[in-house]
């Protein structure tokens, strides 16, 4: 009886050895899952809080013809050290460019850094006037975080994808001024909705 009870407690002795390796292996398991869920909670903290600049193209409304390059910041931080660069480049010696051009003015605007570039903060300039032929211009904006992650994103913007906009008028009149008496309607609708909200 006495080798009975040996056995079994042996037995036990193996059971409790390899419930306690088990545990080991979940609580290890269990530390690996933790640091990771932290170190994505972390990562998806920082993508949520960082700075987001952008660069567009967009119509300039009331000016026909016009188009701007806008800069804006999307993010929920400041960026700090902001270079902006264009492809094209532009030439070594910017007075070759006439005061017509608006490149020159551009190339100017980001020939320096910009230390601060607040949430919601946008540049715009006209980067094409009236008729004037606009090329693919491809927008290259650098900047830091507020915790020191450098960030590079590249814009290829297109002209066509603003030039080759439609739109629709009401159909119903061909008279320049009931139109324009259609589109102060609509103005002042959207004026009402604005207040409302």
Same mark, same amino acid.
Request: aromatic letters at 10%; zero cysteines; charged letters at 25%.
């Given at each position: 009886m006495t080798d009975f009870w040996i056995a079994v407690t042996a037995i036990a002795g193996v059971v409790t050895a390899v419930g306690t390796a088990v545990m080991a292996v979940a609580i290890i &398991?269990?530390?690996v899952?933790?640091?990771? @869920?932290?170190?994505?909670?972390?990562?998806?903290?920082?993508a949520k809080a960082r700075p987001v600049i952008i660069a567009e193209l967009k119509r300039e409304l009331l000016s026909h013809g016009t188009i701007m390059l806008v800069l804006r910041n999307l993010g929920a931080s400041v960026a700090s050290n902001v270079r902006v660069t264009f492809d094209p480049k532009p030439p070594e010696d910017l007075s070759q460019l006439g005061s017509a051009d608006m490149f020159?003015?551009? &190339?100017?605007?980001?020939?320096r850094p910009? @230390?601060?570039?607040a949430p919601g903060w946008s540049l715009s300039n006209v980067i094409r006037a009236g008729?004037?032929?606009?090329?693919?211009?491809?927008?290259t904006i650098s900047y830091q975080g507020p915790d020191g992650t450098s960030y590079s994103d590249s814009y290829s913007l297109h002209p066509d994808?603003?030039?080759k906009d439609t739109m629709s008028t009401p159909s119903k009149t061909d008279?320049?001024?009931?139109?324009?008496?259609?589109?102060?309607?609509?103005?002042?609708?959207?004026?009402r909705t604005i207040r409302s909200d």
């Open positions: &398991y269990t530390a899952v933790a640091v990771r @869920t932290f170190e994505a909670s972390k990562s998806d903290s920082r020159k003015w551009i &190339y100017e605007r980001y020939a910009i @230390t601060t570039w008729q004037d032929e606009l090329l693919p211009v491809n927008v994808h603003i030039l008279d320049p001024i009931k139109l324009e008496q259609h589109k102060l309607a609509a103005l002042q609708a959207l004026v």
